[in-house]
């Protein structure tokens, strides 16, 4: 049980499909993060939901759009993805204290053909 | 900005023995978090260690302990007693202590067991 779970697991989609990861916590937190972990490469935080207001949009293309509804959920949706957009999403969650950890679910990998 | 340097992909150590990964780390901050994150093959991240800036004593968590030098930005993760199941990929990140709460992640190091 990791607290935060993330579906789906894999996913192979067209370049003209739309999509939706999904992600939800619960642990109570207030903060909910995207990250992008290409091989290689750090983790790219992608976006950053506090209270269910977005506060962060780190330079990502409007194909990726992001959806809180509420604290314990968030959403990925996809649209026109590129192939190097291929990557392994990552769902997180934290308190906002300062220095608490972030939980991470087991992301989706995800595969543009 | 602040960077997370980790200059080792790839490391190999005999189960049973020990082990050091490195991380650096560039700030101008003086109050901030350091944590060493482990994804193993179920791709979960998991946090192995944090290390609080205005702590002087290195943290430890049963066989994982840190080495902290603060004035150099050092922040390496020492693994004694390595056992099949540390084999993951090891992540250094960074977290300011402001307003700012996003994590700094380094690129990661691959840590392989041999039996």
């Known amino acids: 049980e990791t607290g935060v779970t993330q579906t789906p697991r894999h996913l192979v989609m067209g370049m003209t499909n739309k999509k939706s990861l999904k992600c939800e916590q619960h642990?109570?937190?207030?903060?909910m993060y995207w990250y992008k972990q290409s091989a290689k490469k750090p983790l790219e935080l992608m976006f950053v939901?506090?209270?269910?207001?977005?506060?962060e949009n780190n330079s990502v293309p409007s194909r990726f759009s992001p959806e809180c509804p509420n604290s314990s959920h968030l959403f990925l949706h996809l649209h026109t993805l590129q192939p190097e957009d291929s990557a392994l999403y990552l769902c997180?969650?934290?308190?906002?204290?300062?220095?608490?950890?972030?939980?991470f679910g087991q992301g989706t990998r995800l595969t543009v053909v | 900005a602040q960077t997370v340097t980790q200059s080792q992909p790839e490391m190999s150590v005999q189960e049973a023995e020990t082990v050091t990964l490195s991380c650096t780390y560039d700030?101008?901050?003086?109050?901030?978090?350091l944590f060493w994150y482990k994804q193993p093959p179920s791709r979960q991240m998991i946090l192995v260690i944090r290390?609080?800036?205005?702590k002087q004593q290195n943290a430890t968590e049963n066989r994982f302990s840190v080495n902290f030098q603060k004035a150099a930005k050092s922040f390496s993760l020492k693994i004694s007693d390595s056992q099949l199941g540390d084999a993951a990929m090891y992540f250094c990140?960074?977290?300011?202590?402001?307003?700012?709460?996003?994590?700094?992640w380094g690129a990661g190091t691959k840590l392989i067991i041999k039996p």
């Open positions: 997180a969650s934290s308190q906002e204290t300062l220095g608490t950890e972030a939980f």
């Open positions: 642990l109570g937190h207030n903060a």
């Open positions: 939901y506090n209270f269910k207001e977005q506060t």
């Open positions: 700030t101008s901050e003086s109050d901030y978090y």
């Open positions: 290390q609080e800036a205005y």
């Open positions: 990140a960074y977290r300011s202590a402001g307003s700012n709460y996003q994590l700094i």
